[in-house]
């Protein structure tokens, strides 16, 4: 069942290590191989070959058996915190592994044209935030490139404000407050504005966006969010 201190080997694989790590917490807790291995739901026979494998890899016996039972060594009190140390850390790597494949962590970055900025972009962001908390969520506007411009929403604004005639922008241009100018919807006039991403970057968190914007989408207008 155990080695002999003086009989060293190379160590056992990786897998192998981490689960006899979870034998020998069982083990330990238990105090009886039976009513780990039943706990682990393995043969006590497979049980005893794991620790067997452990106490051989690292060259020190970690339990004592005898027939009034099975007792920690001295060694095996030591290695008995750090051994559930790493088994924690390696089952919260697997939670982390599993909500970023849900897309639940990580980072998401996301750009946006100003035009969209005061309306679309804060109910999607609010939703992705409410939903995903743990996300860590980035987003920075840019402006396209065009090949003439009169200048920006503002400018435009102070120009029909002091009455040089008209412009026509984005409804959320509306949100720029200036006295003087009055905002006509334009019947039949609409602008369309898609959703866009790198194919090369597509994975839960770009769906899961997606998925929000669409059912935000469906339920209302967006360009009518402030």
């Known amino acids: 069942m155990t080695s002999s201190g003086a009989d060293r ?16 917490r069982a083990v330990a807790e238990h ?5 780990a291995a039943k706990h682990l739901h393995l043969a006590q026979q497979s049980l005893s070959q794991q620790i067997g494998a452990l106490e051989h890899g690292l060259g020190v ?7 009034r039972g099975t007792r920690l060594t001295d060694l095996g ?5 750090e051994a559930r140390a790493v ?6 790597a697997i939670a982390v592994v599993q909500r970023a494949a849900r897309g ?10 100003a035009s969209t900025a005061n309306y679309m972009l804060p109910p999607v962001v609010r939703a992705v935030r409410e939903r995903f908390p743990d996300r860590d969520f980035a987003a920075a506007g840019f402006t396209p490139r065009v090949v003439q411009r009169a200048g920006g929403a503002s400018n435009l604004l102070g120009l029909v404000a002091a009455g040089v005639g008209v412009t026509r922008l984005a409804r959320s241009a509306s949100s720029i407050r200036r006295t003087g100018v009055v905002f006509v919807p334009l019947a ?4 369309e504005t898609v959703v866009a991403w790198l194919p090369a970057r597509d994975g839960p968190a770009q769906c899961n966006l997606l998925d929000i914007a669409a059912d935000l989408a469906a339920t209302g207008d967006l360009t009518c969010w402030g």
């Open 9 to 24: 080997t190379r160590p056992p694989p990786a897998a192998t290590r981490s689960a006899s790590r979870c034998g020998c």
């Open 61 to 67: 016996h970690l339990f004592d058996r005898d027939t």
């Open 104 to 113: 639940e962590v990580g980072h998401l970055s996301l750009a946006f044209l």
């Open 188 to 191: 039949g006039d609409r602008a």
């Open 87 to 92: 088994l924690a850390r390696a089952d919260a």
């Open 77 to 81: 009190r030591a290695f008995l915190p």
């Open 31 to 35: 105090l009886t191989f039976s009513r």
